[in-house]
C-alpha cells in the first residue's frame, strides 16, 4: 500500500518570500509523483508531475520539486510567493501505470502581503 | 480549464434520497475516476473505469455505484443518503496508459 504525509497542515508566509512545502511518501513499488493545487471553491489543478529522469521537475506558476528517492520526499519550492498563490496544495502518488491517487492531507499556504 | 465537466455543481437533498453525479472526459480519455473529498477523510480514490469496464475500487460504500457509458461519460449513483455523505465528489480522467489525471470542478453535495 501507499501513503503519503505531507507534514505542514499550515505554512504562513509573506509575499515573495520563497516558501518549500513538504511531502514524504511511503511505497514498496516504483512510483509517479503528482503535486496538485485546489483554489478555494474550484478543483484541483495538476501543477507538476515527475514520471521518471530529472529529479528536478518545473511546473506551472514558477513552482519546481525534486524527487529524492533515499529520502522518499517530492518537496514542492517556489522562490517568490504571491498572494495569488494562496491555495491549498495537495501531494499525490500512483504506482507505475494508470492508477488510482493517493493523496495526502494537503497544506494551506497563506501568502500576506 | 482541465477539459473535464461535471454536472451540477451543487447538489442540496435529504437523506434517504438518492442522487446521480455525472462526469464527462476529456476528449480522448479512455479512464475514469472518481474521488471524495470531505473534512474528516480527505481526499479518497472510489472507482475507476475504464473504457467501460470497472477497472479498479477503492473505498466505496456498497450505497454507492458507478458505471461508464459507450460515449466515455460517467455516472456516479449515490442512494440511501446519509449526512456524512455531504463532501465535494471530483472525477478525474487520463488516456488509455497515461500516468496523469485531470481533474473536473467537482459536485458539492449536501445532505440534510
Known amino acids: 500500500a501507499q501513503s503519503v504525509t505531507q507534514l505542514d497542515s499550515q505554512v504562513p508566509v509573506f509575499e515573495e518570500a520563497p516558501v518549500e512545502l513538504r511531502c514524504n511518501y511511503s511505497?514498496?513499488?516504483?512510483?509517479?509523483l503528482f503535486w496538485y493545487v485546489q483554489y478555494p471553491n474550484q478543483g484541483l489543478q495538476l501543477l507538476l508531475k515527475?514520471?521518471?529522469?530529472?529529479?528536478l521537475v518545473k511546473g506551472i506558476n514558477g513552482f519546481e520539486a525534486e524527487f529524492n528517492k533515499s529520502q522518499t520526499s517530492f518537496h514542492l519550492r517556489k522562490p517568490s510567493v504571491h498572494i495569488s498563490d494562496t491555495a491549498e496544495y495537495f501531494c499525490a502518488v500512483s504506482s507505475t501505470g494508470f492508477q488510482k491517487l493517493v493523496f495526502g492531507t494537503g497544506t494551506r499556504l497563506l501568502v500576506s502581503p | 480549464d482541465s477539459g473535464v465537466t461535471q454536472t451540477p455543481k451543487h447538489l442540496i437533498t435529504a437523506t434517504g434520497q438518492r442522487v446521480t453525479l455525472r462526469c464527462s472526459p476529456r476528449s480522448g480519455d479512455l479512464s475514469v475516476y472518481w474521488y471524495q473529498q470531505s473534512l474528516d477523510q480527505g481526499l479518497q480514490f472510489l472507482i475507476q473505469?475504464?473504457?467501460?469496464?470497472?477497472?479498479a475500487k477503492g473505498n466505496i460504500l456498497e450505497r454507492f455505484s458507478a458505471q461508464q457509458f459507450p460515449d466515455l461519460h460517467s455516472e456516479l449513483n449515490l442512494s440511501s443518503l446519509e449526512l456524512g455523505d455531504s463532501a465535494l465528489y471530483f472525477c478525474a480522467s487520463s488516456v488509455q496508459g497515461g500516468e496523469t489525471q485531470y481533474f473536473g470542478p467537482g459536485t458539492r453535495l449536501l445532505v440534510l
Open positions: 515527475y514520471l521518471s529522469g530529472s529529479t
Open positions: 511505497s514498496s513499488v516504483s512510483v509517479y
Open positions: 473505469y475504464y473504457n467501460g469496464e470497472e477497472r
